[in-house]
């Protein structure tokens, strides 16, 4: 078995460790496992190797497969192997699915939590009260509340007028 | 326009800025990283690509109240020596230094705000602030970026935030970063377990100068690194109550080696004084790991009347370009060394030798160990 690092001496040290419910097997030869300081078991933490180990797998992974090619920028997969960055917006989209893993391996989440540009945080709060408004409105319908499909038709327009004039003027 | 020289303020003046625990952090970062939508990320982006980014930032940027009088430049325009200059003040980064031809700076008269325009991303924004000012530099770049927002197309997605050229900034695109001077956690030998421990919070410690540096004079540079999935606020939030820990960590290390080991502390900080103030011949890298000492030896009260400036001063003076800057001619790394020799001797010639700090009762000398 070689080191997962250098991949050229022979693994003599091997770790195992619980990260997030899942067991994660390391193994290292004499050299690179003191390098990582995994010899100082005060402060070594197998999630650090991983997190880099991961990356660097997840990397390759991204970067091969098909010979996908962003319609936008015509950055390819080969060209993010190459230089581990991306070629325009679009391209987020383009290897959207090979980004997954890596971006799970990277980060705290997948999902973007915190500052939301100004215009486009009023596109969604005005996007999510219309759903709101309409299923409400579909469900009175349902019930035969006509009373209440009049109120909420009438704030449903409301809602669409006012984000009109928001945008245009 | 004045030329960068002209308009960046002698280190004599900004290493007079000070902030909170200014004796350990010695300065607070908070980056932003943006994107256009409608242009390729700027190291895949063709020369006439560049060129139009920049000239639709860069009178966003300059029209900013934040960037009155503001210092403006194409990186084209920019000599090898004041790129460096600027590097060594930690203004802008050895990526962006390399830059010419569509990429840009523009910088506040305070240098407390620095956009580089066309680094790794269309835009990169800094505030800056000396000690411990993470919260206040976030406002400060958060404002700056909000009203960047209404005048720029942003690359931004719901579901990944801000998109950005390498996938590790993306979401936030926060890099909320201090300078910490370490020296007795680096005596102590305790720094390596500190940056593992660090490390396993998912923050990255690096060196003076960022990715991939030597912590050359026992100067750190503790930063987030996952900026997708957790908010700008719990980003500093965290790194503050970190930074904090540190701080307590370095003072105790600081405590018990005065304690424990009085004569190795004295030993190494007289001994740095003697080289600083009496050596013909000194390379950058030695003057700025016995800068730290005698840094150090001014917090613990060894050099009485010496202000912590001066050494950070001395820390911007004797780097290379800020040395080579001085004069006309262009210099040898041999030459350089003999020059910033003569520039310390000078300096420190008014400074007297370090004095032992008064004992206090009960603790003991090295050679009787027991405790």
New interface residues.
Partial sequence: MLCDICKQNVATVHLTQMVEGKTKKVDLCEACSKEK?VD?P????L??LLLGLGAAQEMAQAAAGSDLKCP??G?TQA?FKK???????DC?TTFGEG?EG??KS???????????????QQH?DYQEKLNRLQKQLEKAIGDEDFEQAALLRDEIKQTREKFDNLTTG | MKNIKEFLAAPAQSCKREGPHDRIVMSSRVRLAR?L?D???P??AKKADRVKALEAIRPAVESLPQMSGAFSESMDNLSAMDKQILVERHLISREHAAKGVGSGLVLNKEESLCVMINE?DHLRMQALRPGLQLRSAWLAI?QV??IL??RLD??????????T????N???G?RVSAMLHLPALVLSEQI??????V??L?LAVRGLYGEGTEALGNVFQVSN?????????DIVERLNKVLTQLIEHEENARGSLLEKKPKMVFNHIGRAYGILANAHSISSKETMNLLSLMRLGIDLGMLPGVERSLVDELFILTQPAHLQQQLSEKLSAEERDLLRADMLRERLRNVSRPVTPPRSEGSKSDKSPAS
């Fill in positions: 300081g100082d005060t402060g070594f933490s999630a650090d936008a920028c950055f060209d230089t581990g960055r991306l070629g325009c917006a987020y980004l890596l971006l990277m980060h705290k989440g997948t999902k973007h939590v915190g500052k939301v540009p100004q215009p486009l969604k | 994107n939508k242009f390729p990320f190291g895949w790794e958060d970026d909000t927002e209404k942003y690359a931004f997605s719901n579901d990944l935030g801000y998109l050229a390498c996938p590790t993306i979401g936030t926060i390596n377990q500190i940056i593992q421990a490390n396993k998912g690194q996952m900026t997708l999935g957790e908010a700008e606020t």
